[in-house]
Structure formats: C-alpha cells, structure tokens
C-alpha cells in the first residue's frame, strides 16, 4: 500500500482534499448515467431488459420476482443463515426501534396548540447491491428501518443473476419481510424506481448503496425523489498505532478493499514503523484472497497509509477523509469518539472489526462515502418518516399576535398577508 511519509499535515490535507474531488467530479459516468435514465424514461422495461442484457449478461423477460420463489428459496435454505440472518435481524430492529420519533404537542401559550406529527412516507425503493457480490445483509439494512418507520409500500430491486437472484438474497428478503422484488440493478434501477415502468412502480425515495453508477444515478434523481444519502464505494478509516496488531489492522483494510476496485481502504498512523508491517501484511494476506483481484486494485489505486507526526494530526487527517467507517484501533478508544467530527460509522478498539457493523452489531451499514460523511448520516428510521407541523390558535391569542404579524408583513410589502389576519376581526 502506497505510505504518505515526511508530508506536513497541510500536504497530506492537500492530497485528501483532491481525492475526495475526484470521487465527486466523474463527468463520463455521469454522462452514460444521464443517458441510461432518460432510455428508462423514454422505453420502460425494454430498455431495463436492454441494459441487463448488456451489463449483467442475462435475459429477462419478468422483471418482478414471484413470490413462489422468495418462499421456496426460504424452505430451502441453510438453518446457518436463517439463524444468521434472524440474530443480525433481531440486532438491528433492537438498534434502530431506539431512533423511533414521536413528534410532540405544545400547549404551553393560553389559546396555543401547536407541534409536529411524524408521518411515514408512502411508497420508497430499496436498492440492494448485487453486481460483483450478493448483499443478503444489506437487505436487512434497508428493509428493517423502513419498516419500523411504518412505510407501507417497499419495493426492492436488484440486479439479475444469470441463474435467477441468488437464494441467500431472496432468503433475506422473506426474513426482512419484503415481497416486491424486481431484478434489475445499477442506474436502470435507479430510473426506473424514480420515473415508474410497466411493470416497476414510482417511488417517493430511494435508499440503498450501489456502485458509482448506482450512486450517481441516485444524484441525478434526486428532486423527481428524495435519496437517503450518496453511499458509493466503500471505504475504511483506520487511525492506529503501535499497540495495534498489524495484521488485524490489513485485515480490516482488506475487508473493505474487496467490495469495489474502487473502494478506499486508508490508515493513518503516527508510527512509520507501523505503518510498513500494515503494508506488508496487506501485501501477505492478498495473495490468499478469493476476490484479489479486486482488492489488489482498490489497494493500489485507491488505498494508502498516512504517516503523522502526531496523534493529534492523525485526527485531523481522518476528519478531512470523512470515512465511510472509521476504525479507532489504539488503547482506551472511547476517550477519543469526542473528537471524530466526520465518519459514517465509528469502531471503537481493537475487537470492533468493521464487518462487525457490517453484519450483526445492529447500527446500518448503509452509510456515506466519497467525503459525504461530512453532512450525510448513516440510513436510518428517520429516513422513511415526514415531519408535518400544525398549530391552531384561539381568537384571543391571534389578536395578541396581530399587530406583530401585520408589522412583519407591511414590512416586507405583504399587505394581503396582513388583510387575512384582519379580516378575523373585521366585523
Ligand atoms: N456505502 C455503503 O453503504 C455500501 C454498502 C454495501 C455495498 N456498497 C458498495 O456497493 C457497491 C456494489 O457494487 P456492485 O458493482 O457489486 O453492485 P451494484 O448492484 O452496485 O452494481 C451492479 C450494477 O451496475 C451496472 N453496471 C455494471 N457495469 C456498468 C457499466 N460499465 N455501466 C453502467 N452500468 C454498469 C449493472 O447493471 C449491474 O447490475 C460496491 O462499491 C460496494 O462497496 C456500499
Ligand atoms: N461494508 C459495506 C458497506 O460499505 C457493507 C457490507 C455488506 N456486506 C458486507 N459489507
Ligand atoms: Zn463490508
């Protein structure tokens, strides 16, 4: 892995500053995107079954995915994975029913009720990745929040598979409690969720990670419907030092470096020592990696270890990188959670490996990535519901209120905002 060393924090700022550009800025992917989105708008499922064709190598003809096979994959399967599946499921309904809003009511002015209900959104879109590997897990994460939001109405969609979804996602779907499924992925998916198909219907948000195709489909939807958050390539933070265990530390670099040729795997370490026994480990643990191709490419292309002078600098490094998940592997590392500003999903000492999170501890996985850590948040229940606010006044109270109100409006030249409220008192 690439080492960042004798670089002053403000050229290791300079170079994260113009990584994270990059992510951004990806002007012929936004072009195919924009094109494949306006094939959906214009052709439907012609043209979903035209990009399956072409992208995933599989003919479709039904794009919805009976619900005889969701079932029968569940008889089906493994009692491992319905058990595993059942306690990740179990955590992360634990986890979430805790971000459940209620709204309130305020009474407190005499002739004054005025608050705010929750209200869940209507029909939303849960797009689980499936391209270079299956996310039966990323099902639960989408699905579960949704669900203890009270939407109603949850499609999910998918990529095809040549020899139909894989059985572990349609298992994952039965358990979350899906039943509207259609395979088809990457930008066709996202266009089609947003404008409606023949066969797929519109939604009011779309949530769920993808690849950069998927991540910047969700961008250009976004306004005909609300998007979670951007949630790319994967991406790993790691902050350690010499009590860490390099090859731990590789492994979890690793972990996240085999979802994506362009997933970041990123250290920073005030230790140059540490720093190149991570790196060897890395260089180690490859070679028996099933998915080393793809790994080896996010390590050489998008990875690297930073090398501080201080702690403190480290700090400061990973809250410009605003990773997707951070990983705090020094001794007593709750003492530092006050000074992360920017992550999607924090881990906390040396036993919380990110897979942790992405499986079975509860919080999502769903989370921001290329820098968008700094303003996006993790998915969540509060992704499914709407706020609506409402008051109602007594006329004593409004009459309190008039000359404030009237004020205000003849001040911005509103006369007829000031009329309405007179008009109460006219007679
Ligand atoms: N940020 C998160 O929370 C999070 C969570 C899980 C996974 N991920 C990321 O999700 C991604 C999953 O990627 P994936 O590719 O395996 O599956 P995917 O489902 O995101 O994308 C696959 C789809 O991309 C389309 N596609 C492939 N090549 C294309 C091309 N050249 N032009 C246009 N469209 C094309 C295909 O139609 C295919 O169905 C990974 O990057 C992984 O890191 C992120
Ligand atoms: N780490 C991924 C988020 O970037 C989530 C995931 C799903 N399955 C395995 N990992
Ligand atoms: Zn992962």
């Known amino acids: 892995m690439k080492i960042l060393k004798n670089q002053t924090l403000d050229q290791l700022l300079e170079q994260v500053d113009r990584q994270t550009d990059q992510q951004a800025n990806q002007p012929e992917v936004e072009a195919t995107v924009a094109g494949i989105i306006s094939n959906v708008i214009q052709n439907g499922d012609d043209a979903l079954r035209d990009y399956s064709r072409k992208f995933d190598k599989v003919e479709l003809t ?53 608050g705010e209900k929750i209200t869940p959104l209507a029909a939303v879109g849960l797009y689980v990745p499936g391209g270079t590997a299956a996310y039966p897990s990323s099902i639960l994460m989408n699905v579960i929040p949704a669900k203890l939001a009270g939407v109603s109405k949850i499609v999910m969609v998918t990529p095809p598979q040549k020899n139909g979804i894989g059985q572990a996602v349609l298992t994952a779907a039965k358990i979350a409690g899906i039943d509207e499924v259609y395979q088809v992925g990457g930008a066709q998916a996202i266009a089609a969720l947003a404008y409606g198909t023949q066969s797929i219907p519109r939604v009011d948000k779309i949530t769920g990670p993808g690849n950069i ?28 030092d010499d009590s860490a265990n390099p090859r731990e530390v590789a492994a979890d670099l690793l972990s996240q470096a085999e979802h994506d040729k362009l997933a970041r795997p990123m250290m920073v370490t005030p230790s140059e020592s540490f720093a190149q026994a991570v790196s060897d480990q890395i260089d180690e643990q490859l070679k028996t990696l099933p998915r080393e191709e793809i790994a080896s490419a996010s390590v050489e292309n998008k990875g690297f270890i930073a090398v501080t002078d201080t702690l403190d600098e480290a700090l400061t490094v990973m809250n410009a990188i605003s990773p997707e998940h951070l990983e705090i592997e020094l001794a007593d590392a709750m003492q530092y959670l006050n000074q992360i500003q920017n992550a999607g999903s924090v881990f906390l000492g040396f036993n919380a490996s990110e897979p942790v999170g992405d499986y079975v501890a509860g919080p999502n996985h769903i989370l921001p990535t290329g820098g968008t850590a700094r303003f996006f948040s993790p998915l969540g229940v509060s992704d499914f519901v709407k706020r609506i606010q409402f008051v109602t006044y007594s006329k004593a109270a409004l009459k309190k209120e008039e000359k404030a109100i009237t004020t205000l409006a003849r001040v911005e030249g509103l006369e007829a905002h000031a009329r309405a409220v007179e008009s109460r008192f006219a007679d």
């Open 62 to 114: 039904d794009l919805r995915v009976p619900q005889s096979d969701i079932d029968a994959a569940y008889e089906n399967a493994d009692q491992d994975l319905i058990d595993a599946l059942n306690l990740a499921k179990n955590n992360i309904v634990s986890y979430h029913k805790k971000e459940i809003q209620n709204g309130f009511v305020d009474a407190e002015q005499p002739g004054v009720v005025r």
């Open 213 to 240: 195709f998927v991540a910047v489909a969700k961008k250009q939807v976004f306004g005909q419907v609300d998007i979670d958050m951007i949630a790319g390539p994967s991406e790993i933070g790691v902050i350690a």
